[in-house]
């Protein structure tokens, strides 16, 4: 089946530290690849996207690989700040799911000043 | 971007009363709309499939009889919540997409805090 395992959290950087939050996926066919970000007491919105092995997605400083060798999507940013802070969701679509996005359980991210 | 607008963004209710939420995709048709809860610090759990002019597919589980989804136009999904309980106080979101391909971005509403009292 599909499913996606990501890090469990809480992450707590201080400002500036470098950021890693790790995603594996397993899938039946040839999946999508999203983060999602939830700032607190809001819905979700896209942070990037990566459709096809060896695309990196990037959006606000953060980057995250398809790499399907490792059937891994890990979402990076090289310099985090207090307003990153929010819960950060992997996720996969697969082809002919009609649009159903299989969620991992979140990652907390926390960056204090 | 494409737009979901959802609301109410917030519901207090009596225990035993209905509550229905709306979801509207402002800018795009979308003939499948998404509905999810979210238990406090917890992912999102799918709860139904939302096929405008068809039923609800709902997932393993979730009562179809308590949570009813209409999909009356292209635009528009509601969720009612019927002869809510404390327990039915959650985070709900839904979601839609512009396009059925899998690499189509999904957008989402800003969610709607049920609380039954």
């Known amino acids: 089946g599909n499913s996606v395992t990501q890090m469990e959290g809480p992450v707590t950087l201080s400002e500036e530290a470098f950021l890693t939050i790790n995603c594996t996926y397993t899938?039946?066919?040839?999946?999508?690849l999203f983060w999602y970000v939830q700032y607190p007491g809001e819905g979700l919105q896209l942070l990037l996207k990566?459709?096809?092995?060896?695309d990196k997605g990037s959006n606000k400083g953060f980057e995250a690989t398809y790499r399907k060798e490792t059937t891994s999507f890990h979402l990076e940013k090289g310099s985090v700040q207090v307003s990153d802070s929010a819960v950060y969701f992997c996720?996969?679509?697969?082809?002919?799911?009609?649009?159903?996005?299989?969620f991992g359980a979140g990652t907390r991210l926390a960056v204090h000043p | 971007g494409a737009v979901v607008s959802q609301h109410p963004s917030r519901v207090i209710c009596k225990s035993g009363t209905s509550v229905k939420i709306e979801c509207r995709s402002l800018?795009?048709?979308?003939?499948?709309m998404f509905w999810y809860r979210q238990f406090p610090k917890q992912s999102l759990m799918l709860m139904a499939t939302?096929?405008?002019?068809?039923?609800?597919?709902?997932e393993q589980g979730v009562e179809k009889d308590k949570f009813l989804i209409n999909h009356a136009s292209l635009t528009l999904s509601t969720l009612t919540v019927t002869s809510a309980h404390p327990e039915d106080s959650s985070f709900y979101i839904c979601?839609?997409?512009?396009?059925?391909?899998?690499?189509?971005?999904?957008?989402f509403g800003q969610g709607t805090r049920l609380t039954v009292v």
């Open positions: 979601s839609a997409s512009p396009g059925d391909r899998a690499d189509t971005e999904a957008f």
């Open positions: 899938a039946t066919g040839y999946p999508s």
């Open positions: 990566a459709t096809k092995a060896d």
């Open positions: 996720a996969l679509k697969v082809t002919g799911g009609y649009n159903k996005l299989i």
């Open positions: 800018d795009f048709q979308a003939t499948t």
């Open positions: 939302s096929n405008e002019g068809s039923k609800a597919t709902y």
